[in-house]
Every structure is written in C-alpha cells, then in structure tokens.
C-alpha cells in the first residue's frame, strides 16, 4: 500500500458575497477532488489547534505528524534550507527583503518595487564584496538573494541568539526597526548588535550602487535596504522514514516547503515548470507523483498557487487555482492503482480572501483508499466535509491516519 | 444512578468486500444494540489517539480512564496479574509461549502445536523443580503455564530492569533470540543474562521431558522451549473506587483483562462458562452484570470472541460473535431498570479482517440512559456512529462523561 498527499496551500476560505455566499472551494469546478470525497471518508483539520491561525512553516510540520510545539525553531532556517543554504546547528538564519527606505529611513515599499532576480543578485553579489572586504567581528555572514526580492542571511559563530527582534516592520510608513535583544542574555545582545551593523553596512553599500541609480533613473524603487525577520535554526527533526518506516518523496517548489521536507528527510523531486507560481505545471507535478510512487511509500504534493490568489484578494484566480489542482488530482486518480494507493487532499491552511490573511477555521480532508471507512459526503468542500466520517481531527493526527490506512501504524501497548 | 460498560474486544472493523463493502458489525443483526444506538448518544472514540492501533492492554486502561502514557508500563505484569499470579512492584513478568524449535534453535512452532493444559502442567512442574534444585544466581524466578500453551515468567530480586528485549523472534522459521539489555544500565545486562541462563535452563528440562517424547512418538510436536516477551512491571493505578467515587465490578475472563481490572481495584465477578472463547455464555455475564448492579454502581462487562474471530480473519464468525454480543445487551435493556441506569456499549480496538492485527480506526459507541441527550443515530455501526452527537473522543474521555451521566462527574475550579 502506497499514499499520496495533496496539500493546496491556503485552499480553504470562508464564504464570500460575491461568490453568492460559497468559498472559493465550493465554487469552483472539481469533479476529481468530488471523487475523492465521495469515494472516500471525509473531515475537518485543526492543522494546528481550532481558531489558530497556522503558519505555513508550523502548518506544514503538523501535517506531517510532528510536535510543533517541540520542533518549530523558526521560519529563516527552514526557508533558508529550501534554497539551498547549508544551516549548521547553532547557525541563526534570517529572512530578508530587499526594500525602498527613505532618506529618514522610513519604508516606502517592503518589496523594493517587487525587484527581480537579475538585480536582486547584482546587489547581494555587492553586499558579499562588502563582507569580504569588511568582515564583522565576530563570526561568519552569509547573504544570498533567493526569489525576487527575497534573500536570506545566516550568521555562524559563537555568541548567538535566536532572541532577537526583527528589523522588518511588517508595514509600510513606518521606520526600520533596530532589533532589540529579547531576553537578558549576552548572546540576545550580541546578535541584535551584529544584526545592526550589517543593517547599516548593507544600506551603504546598496544606497549608491549602480543597479539602484538606474532603477531611480527609470522612476523605479531603489532596493537601498535589506529587512530581516524571522529568525531561525536547523530544527532537530527525526527523518520520516526513522519515525514512520516510509520511503518518502515531496514535490514542493517554494524554499519554504522544500526546506521543512528536506530536514524531514524527504527525498525532494525537483519538477521542470513546478514554480511555485500561478503558472506551475499541475499536471507535471501529478506525472511526478506517479512516478515517485514507485520507488516511494509516500509521495507528499504540495502547491502554492491557491494561496497566492487568496493573499492577493483574488478569489475568481483562486477557484481557477483550485480546478488546476482539481486536474492534478485527476490525474492522480487516473494513473495510480486504486486498490494499492491511497490518496489525501487537504490544505495547510485557511486563508481569508477578505482578510487576504492565514486564518484559524478548519481546512477539509478527503482520503480514499481501499477499506476506507466511506461516509455520506459527495462534495469537497469546507461546509460539505465538516459532515464527513472523521469528524475533527487536529493537524498532527493525519498521518498516523494515513499510515494506519498503511499498515504501518504503530501500535501502543501490545 | 448506575452504569454497566460493555466492551467487546475488537468488535469494530473495516468495510469488507465479501460483505458488500459492510463491517461484520454493519453486517449483523443486532436489534438490541441498534436499540441503545436510537435511544441513546452515539460517537466515535480513537481509544489511544487518531490513527494509532491500540493493544489490548493500553485500550483497557484508556477505557477505564487512565492516561496510558503515565501508568502503563507493560503487559507482562497486567497478564500475571489476571492469571492469578501476585506481582509485587519491582518484580518483572513476562508473557510466555511453550514454543518448538530444531536443533539449531530455529522457531518451527510458536504455540507448540497449540499444547493442551494438562501437558503444559507437566511440564511447567518440571521446570519448578528445576528451578529448586538449580535455582538461578540471584533472586527468585517463578514460571507458571496458564491458558493451552501461554505462560508467565516472573523474576523478583534486585538489579532486575524492564529494558531487556524479548527471546520470542514473534514468527516462525527464525532463530529464537537472545535476550539483550535495552540501555546501558547494570541491571538491564544482568535481566539479560538471567533470562538467557533461564532459556537453556528450560530448554534442558524440556527436551527430554516424557511428555515431549510422547508427543513425538504420535507425530505431534514437542514444546521444547519456552519463548518469553512483553516483560512489565506491575503498574501504579490509583483504584477506580479512590478516583471516582464509584463501586466498581468487572466480569472478564481472559488474563490480561482480568488483570487490569484486578490493578484498578474492581470486585472481579467469576461467571461459570465466561471463557473469554466463542463458546462463552453471552447471557451468563449479561445475568452476572444485572446481579452485580445490585450492589455495585459500575460494571464492567468484557467479551473476547469478537476479537477472536477477526484475529482468524473470519468475519461471518466475527458476524456471530457480534450477534451474541447483541443478545447480551438484549438481556440487560430488558433487565435493568433503565430509568435508573446508564448503558454504555463500545470496542477496545479495530481489528482488521482483512489484516487479522488491530487497526487505528476508531470505534463506535453508543450510551443509553435517562437525561442522556440523543441523536439522529439508529444504527450501532462504524459508519452510522460516526454521524452521533457525541463526535470523536478519546478512550480516556469515556469514563468522565460516563461518571457525569451517573452524577458524579468532577468539576474543574468552583
């Protein structure tokens, strides 16, 4: 027995005036997530614990069995792994936006005019010049530019603390923030030092750089800051296939999620046209699956696309979004062998096409599989699957769930 | 007000081809426990948590309100216990098979062609005398056979500790193993050595036993070796009577249950013909059960053959079992004076048909009584439970809302 999982990202929502009352998910056309409901059981997911909104760092470890509570250690090292960036323990790991300050140091635009890629590494090749000619005291510093105007910074050494603030004000209008040590001890302080130096030695260097004075000249944003938030380490998480017993696969574009399944073990399937975008390749990543599944137990399919569309207020691309995923469960249906493979689709999260927020309600489960425990639900939806067989379980249940479907769940007691 | 709980061991299932894609217990007539379903609140209970297969021994605790986590601490003490034999904390017990091994100490039968008790006798009384005339370097050892050819071995003494692996290699056609110590204490090595002494002690006695040549003589195959597993210690459990307030009785017969039972402090009630086989008399505990309300205000009521015939992967005996079950509760709705007393109706576990081991699926329940707020439910099944008022609980949960029903539920702060 074999299992795929599907998670959509933030495909669950809540009902929408303009969509006459329905979410998105309810709109949309989805003959094969349908068939999964109908054919299988169906539920409710507190990913993290009801009315909590999830992070998709936290939601994502939930889903794949662990204690966030125990694990989580924060988002910068996870994303920083998903990119590529070697995360030592003890490494802290940040991150970063390049951004438009003004001369008082005021954040005109978090996103530096959504800079893009070849700018991006213009300006952190520079940043890295800086640091080989002028090197901090104290330690190592890494900063690299990963997705358009997104970046990541790493500082090694001794003396460091996660307890430490972000520079990142999370809105626009407002000042830069210094960070501040968030608890007493030396190593909070020392950080939050090291973070404030480079701050100010980043904006120099950035402040005058070629690529900016041309952007201005076009009437286009400088990236003359960098805003860090999110600290993190290399969480210690046990491999799934240790835990589990499993061969697993993920298939994920987003460094974030490519970062949590990496330290989970997961061997990662990299999918020519699999973006992370609106554009992804659906269907490349269903083939993708089909095809793990025969040197893996688990295949886990993650796609951002849906969230995107609910980040952006754009709830008529979000159903778009959800019957693309629709055809990637299609597919899956289609070329996988019914009677050995069970397949699950939910979301990591709610989230609020009003609100264009992560929110705390329920996401919908459907699972099917053989000797599945059926129920009467005929429609993947969040209000149709809140009447399904599994009831409400939390984030962390769903895959003793799936491996007990497997035949591998672990017995307690004898 | 009053309460009797009845379990039957394994009774839940999962949809089953031969049976129109129904479980044995969907597939059954059962007007009696249908009857508690209509009358009363129903749900489903993940004895352990979500998707975890319970053990007998763990599903029983939960059952009976413990926190498994915290006093579990093996089924070698619970089973010794139940068979009459006394466990004092520190002692160690572990599960035996009178087992047949070749020459070469490979495992060709793990019941030794399922021994009757009158041989198993013998030859457990030729390892008592052994054991008197060579008795072991340190502390004391007692071995016992109980029920065809299952046993226990208990070892009292110091430096003795739970960290040992099992000699049972728990299949056939491998090599009996060589207890070893699980961590790197004194004690563990020292439990290690004992056991593997007590192994070729017993081994020497039995070869050449006259009962064994016997046997061999009529083509049967010689209990030649003693395969030991499941070591515990006797648990802590505060007596169900201190925690709840309640005078509690159980009606088992099988050992380990018997055994939890007995730690919990219930008056255990001796049914002539309960056997904890098929062939137990189903109205036998029903009557035993309305007897013992009289002067008991909780009573226990365990059936074992349910899980029985899903262990031998037949479900149209499975079908039967459940139908007995049926007429048991039958015997106590129409005996018991319902305004006055609670039913609550449940399984320990799933055991799969398909795969003949216990399943993390959860189990229906269904609780009739006076003010008990009730449903839409009209069916004691997986499927129609899974749609009761109750919704999904925990095993651990059933014994608050039980005591609450009989008034005696404990309020958290003033």
Known sequence: MKAVLVVADGMADVPLKELNAKTPLEAAQKPSLNRVAQLGICGMIDVIAPGIPPGSDTAHLALLGYDVMEVYSGRGALEAIGSGIDVLPNDLAFRCNFATADKDFIVLDRRAGRIGNDEAAKLAAAITKSLREDPPEVGDVLFKNTIEHRGILRLSGPNLSTMVSDTDPHETGVKMLKARPLDESEEAKNTADILNKLSQQFHEVLKG??????????????????????????????????????????????????????????????????????????????????????????????????????????????????????????????????????????????????????????????????????????????????????????????????????????????
Chains 1, 2 share one sequence.
């Open 209 to 414: 750089h070629p690529v900016n004075k041309e952007r201005e000249n076009k009437g286009l944003l400088p990236a003359n800051t960098v805003l860090c938030r999110g600290v993190g380490q290399m969480p210690e998480l046990d491999p799934l296939a240790l835990l589990y017993g499993i061969r697993p696969a993920a298939i994920a574009a987003v460094p974030l999620v490519r970062g949590i399944c990496k330290v989970a073990g997961m061997r990662l399937i990299s999918v020519p046209g699999a973006t992370g975008t609106y554009k992804t390749d659906f269907i490349g990543k269903a083939k993708a699956a089909v095809q793990a599944l025969q040197s893996h137990d688990f295949v886990f399919v993650h796609v951002k696309a849906t969230d995107l569309a609910s980040h952006d207020g754009k709830p008529r691309e979000k159903i778009e979004m959800i019957e693309k995923v629709d055809t990637l469960v299609g597919h899956l249906l289609d070329n996988v062998y019914l009677d050995e493979t069970i397949i699950a689709v939910t979301a990591d999260h709610t989230t609020s096409s009003i609100t264009k927020e992560h929110s705390g309600e329920p996401v919908p489960v459907a699972i099917i599989g053989p000797s599945v425990r059926t129920d009467d639900v005929v429609e993947f939806g969040e209000r149709a699957c809140a009447k399904g067989g599994l009831g409400r379980i939390y984030g962390r249940d769903l895959m003793p769930i799936l491996l007990n479907l497997l035949g591998k769940g672990e017995k307690a007691g004898s």
